[in-house]
C-alpha cells in the first residue's frame, strides 16, 4: 500500500497550491514580489560587483562574496516558482524530482550560509581578540577552505535529509499549501505519524543551526569579554560597529530558521509557516546587502569606487553617442 502511495506520488508530482485563497489579491501580490526580487537582486549583484572589483580583498569582503552569491542562488530557486503560482488560480505543478531537486537546493543553499555565518564571526574573534595575528592566521588559503567547507556541508546535510524525506510513503493528498517544496510542508504529507519521520529533519536542525549558532556564541563570548577591557568609550564604539551587521544578520537568519524548523510536526500551521516563509525567502534576502553596505566601511568604500567608476565612463558613453549620430547625419 505504501509504496503504491509512493509510486503515484512519483508518477503524479505535487500541486503547489501557493496563494490560491487570495485571488483577488493575485495581482497586486504579484507586483510586489516581483519589485522585492528586483531589487535583491540588484543589491546582491552590486556588492559582488563592488567586492570583485576590489585589487585587494579582505577576509571579510571575501566571506560578503560568498554571502551576495548565497543569497543569488537562493532567491532565483523559490522566487521564480513563486511568481509563476501567482499566475495559475488553482496553484501549480511541480515533479517529484523537481520538488525534490528544490528543497535540497533551498537546504543546502541555507545550510551553507548557517556555516558561513559561524566562519565570519570566527573572522570577527580574530579580528577583535587577536588583531596582530589577524592578517596571518585569516589567510586567503584560510578563507578559500573556509568558504569550500561551508557550501559543502550545508549540501552534504541537505542530501541527506532530501532523500530521508523523499523516501517516506506519502499516502494523503499530493496538495503541498505552500508556494514551494518546503520541509515541513512535505513532511506533513507522510504517512507515518511516529516521531522517527522528523528525527531527519532534528538531525538536520542540530548540524545547520545548533553547533554554528554555539560556535557563534562562544566568539562573541570572547569578543564581549575583549570588548569590555578597551578603556576607551570609542574604541569599544568602534570595536562593535564591526560586529554589529554580522550579528544583525545572523539573528535573522537563525530566528526564522528556528522558528520554522526547531518544532514538532504536530505544530505544522499551513498560513501561518508560508506568512514566515516570505519573510525569509524575499525580505531577508533584501535586507541583507542594506545592512552591510550601510554598517561596513569597506563595502561602502568598493560601491563608492564602483559608482565613480561609472560615473567617469558616462562622460566617455556620452561622447560615443554624440559621434554615432553625427556620422548616421552624415551618411
Known amino acids: 500500500m505504501e509504496r503504491g502511495n509512493q509510486t503515484t506520488a512519483a508518477a503524479m508530482g505535487f500541486l503547489l497550491l501557493g496563494f490560491s485563497e487570495l485571488l483577488r489579491l493575485r495581482v ?32 571579510m569582503l571575501c566571506f560578503l562574496c560568498q554571502l551576495s552569491a548565497i543569497e543569488l542562488c537562493y532567491t532565483l530557486v523559490i522566487v521564480p516558482r513563486t511568481l509563476a503560482s501567482l499566475t495559475a488560480p488553482e496553484g501549480s505543478t511541480i515533479s517529484f524530482l523537481g520538488c525534490a531537486t528544490q528543497m535540497h537546493l533551498f537546504v543546502a543553499l541555507g545550510g551553507a550560509e548557517c556555516f558561513l555565518l559561524a566562519a565570519m564571526s570566527y573572522d570577527r574573534y580574530v579580528a577583535i581578540c587577536r588583531p596582530l595575528h589577524y592578517m596571518a592566521v585569516m589567510s586567503q588559503g584560510l578563507c578559500l577552505r573556509l568558504a569550500a567547507a561551508c557550501c559543502l556541508g550545508g549540501f552534504a546535510v541537505s542530501l541527506g535529509l532530501t532523500v530521508a524525506v523523499f523516501h517516506l510513503p506519502f499516502c494523503h493528498s499530493h ?66 560597529s564591526t560586529c554589529a551587521s554580522h550579528l544583525a544578520v545572523s539573528f535573522l537568519h537563525y530566528g526564522c530558521a528556528t522558528f520554522m524548523y526547531v518544532r514538532p510536526k504536530s505544530s505544522y500551521s499551513p498560513g501561518r509557516d508560508k506568512i514566515v516563509a516570505l519573510v525569509y525567502t524575499n525580505i531577508t534576502p533584501l535586507l541583507y546587502p542594506l545592512i552591510y553596505s550601510l554598517r561596513n566601511k569597506e563595502i561602502k568604500g568598493a560601491l563608492r569606487r564602483v559608482l565613480r567608476r561609472g560615473r567617469v565612463a558616462q562622460p566617455h558613453q556620452d561622447t560615443l553617442k554624440s559621434v554615432l549620430c553625427v556620422c548616421s547625419k552624415c551618411c
Not at 501580490?29 to 579582505?58: D, K, Q, Y
Open 28 to 59: 497586486l501580490l504579484f507586483l510586489i514580489f516581483l519589485a522585492v526580487h528586483l531589487a535583491t537582486l540588484a543589491g546582491n549583484f552590486l556588492i559582488l560587483v563592488a567586492v570583485v572589483s576590489e585589487p585587494s580583498r579582505p577576509p
Open 175 to 240: 496538495r503541498i499549501d505552500h508556494f514551494f517544496c518546503d520541509v515541513t510542508a512535505v513532511l506533513h504529507l507522510a504517512c507515518t505519524q511516529s516521531y522517527t519521520s522528523e528525527l531527519p529533519l532534528l538531525a538536520a536542525c542540530v548540524l545547520l543551526l545548533l553547533l554554528p549558532s554555539l560556535l557563534i556564541l562562544t566568539s562573541y563570548a570572547y569578543i564581549a569579554a575583549a570588548v569590555l577591557r578597551i578603556r576607551s568609550s570609542t574604541g569599544r564604539g568602534k570595536a562593535f
